[in-house]
DNA sequence: GATGAATGAGGGTTCATTCAT
DNA sequence: AATGAATGAACCCTCATTCAT
């Protein structure tokens, strides 16, 4: 069997139990025998159990980035590339849970090295949410002139914001996953309506995609 | 020294220790180390490893619920109330970092007891904030009569606006620990935004509290 | 049982079984095993394989030196030093085969940080040998006078000489361990014989100590 | 490429590394590639890690004990012999640092098998140097008559100053190769007059070639 | 009430060795 | 003739846990 086909195989293996058992919990020996292989041939592979770690994070790290940006629509308004992006993204987590929980929870709780691994891939999550609204807001304050009160947001309160929003995302991802007949794309049109109507204009009946203002 | 006194000092130094260097990764070593007792006290009074973990998360859990209830001011609208419980929230999790990293990452990342144990107080906080927007929206449909599109949340989609909710505080717990500079007040107020107003809004120059509909 | 003395039986141990084994054919299974503990116990008092190597080299370095330096009958002629010193240094090598095989053979083929610290006894041995015929030679040359041909031994001269005795010295230890019906005393005539008086007198039947030139 | 052309490649390697390294710590994937051929092939070719290093020991053995052979002048007094056979030693051992780590070093550290094989040299290197002295001696001894006191060494003893000859050669041949300076002819200088003269004569000026009873 | 002393069990890693091709 | 692929066995080390005092 080729080199590159085993590898795969293990790196499938690892990911299912890091992501089940946890980090620290899941000896090699489990990895091998989910893998079906021996133990040497993972070391011999993958060199050790951290860096098989750090492969599993970069590589679930690298799919869920490409599922994000390949659902993205582009050239459209704000919300929409969001309402496609969250789709995408909600898509990929609800399909590979056990990725999910690698980068997500796994990597985030077993030290630095990892953690930072992990923190690069929501790193570029919040940028992107980050430059979305922010394009939006540059754009309807362009098309009101300075009005009385608020304007724009500024970057400090956009940055919470897109944290606020990849946390919902993040918080919904989890839900999706555990509640038996949550779809992706219940989870994704929840967090439109979350996020952009918000709770204000939801209590009132309202529901996105609003009756367009933009 | 007193049996409840010594007992204190276990569990500050396992939340600590838990906290910093992850369930696996902390010895009881270290752990007797910290509290600066021998490692046998440390068994007789809390047993195992796994049941001193349950305790701290109890422990944890509890401190939390008891600040947000405390700080939620009663018998005002539903938007003051999620603001003033956000507000404890923040701060206690803004003080308690170890605590926090204990109940959201530690626990949920080290296999079914300790994450069942952890999901109860998530679950309350989900509930009371699930019932809150739930009130709220009841309460205007009624002010509103049957008008077309949309109408109050339906349950389900009450659960996830909430998970949405609290996913976001979450993330915005750690961006205030994790970011120097942020205040809980101003994750508060982040969040407030963000979720009452939605990005919609924002994008539209609006800050909470509106110019109250309500 | 107290601490030190189950250190010290490790150590023995440890000592037997590198000497015999070879440090790296040593388990610390095999060492535990003979030691009568378990292997958890012998990382408790001395830490790691490398840790306890080096405290068994220091332990047999120091035994080694201090019976030597026990031995050499001092303020007497630099011939009676050497023989008192060589006694004492068979004496203790024939005794301790596996304290001697630890620091003669396994410390310095198994790696710097080893060899370093068996290189310092042996330095010393071959310190106290120069500094030893060093003197003597002083003493015959200004006994002397200056006259035709040769003189003194340079300082060179003087550590190649002492780098063959103690070589030669080394050499007699494993022959005297070795060979049945060899005692030390008989290594430290036959060693006296060749180093002071030489092949060339021996040959000619003289022996040491000589009708005595001094 | 032939057979024996690789083989001798192979060996190359191994004395290279076992004699750098130890025979533990080296491993056939270093040797092999160290050799640039794969491992499979040394197995071929040399069966195990035990034989190779048996092969090894044997071809270092054999190519000191030529040049110690080829060197020795025939038909010449003992002294002269002794000089030329260690000149060749030394200029050998100099040269072949890493055969001579292999021969003196490590097949005497690693255990019976090996320790045999390394000590048939040393062996006949000591017989060599028995055989030659013991000429000497009765050489000597002929031409002086029964004399008062001693007379020619008994075999015991010759078998003894053997051992002490070849154990100062084995130091200065480290000395030689650890010191940067010290050639192969000084070295041979050096023992020859430790050995041939004794500290006794050295002391008072002599060196050797003496003035020459012979 | 408190601890010094001790261990069973298991995990990460390496290596000599062998097939199938 | 030569090798890529694979493994059984062992080794160093750690840790949760328990006695005897």
């Known amino acids: 069997m080729p080199r590159a086909v085993r590898e795969r195989m293990m790196m499938d293996a690892a990911v299912r139990t890091f992501g089940r058992r946890g980090y620290r919990a899941a000896s090699m020996d489990d990895i091998a025998e989910v893998a ?3 133990k040497p041939l993972v070391y011999l592979y993958l060199n050790s159990k951290e860096e098989l770690f750090i492969a599993c994070i970069r590589r679930e790290a690298a799919a869920l980035l490409e599922a994000v940006t390949a659902g993205v629509q582009p050239g459209v308004s704000a919300d929409l590339q969001l309402r496609s992006g969250l789709g995408a993204f909600f898509a990929h987590t609800t399909e590979h849970p056990d990725g999910w929980s ?3 929870r796994q990597a985030r709780t077993h030290g630095e090295p990892f953690a930072r ?3 690069k891939v929501r790193d570029e999550l ?6 979305l609204i922010g394009a939006a807001a540059r754009e309807a304050d362009t098309g009101r002139g300075a009005g009385p009160g608020g304007g724009a947001p500024a970057d400090r309160e956009l940055a919470g914001l897109a944290q606020a ?3 919902a995302a993040e918080s919904l991802a989890g839900w999706a996953i555990e509640t038996p007949g949550v779809s992706a794309k219940e989870a994704a049109a929840t967090l439109m309506n979350f996020s952009w109507m918000g709770l204000g204009r939801l209590m009132d009946g309202e529901r996105w995609p ?3 203002r933009r």
């Open 36 to 38: 079906g292989v021996s």
């Open 126 to 131: 919040v940028a992107f949410v980050t430059q």
């Open 210 to 212: 609003a009756t367009a």
């Open 117 to 119: 691994e992990a923190a």
């Open 102 to 104: 690698v980068l997500h």
């Open 165 to 167: 929003l990849v946390g």
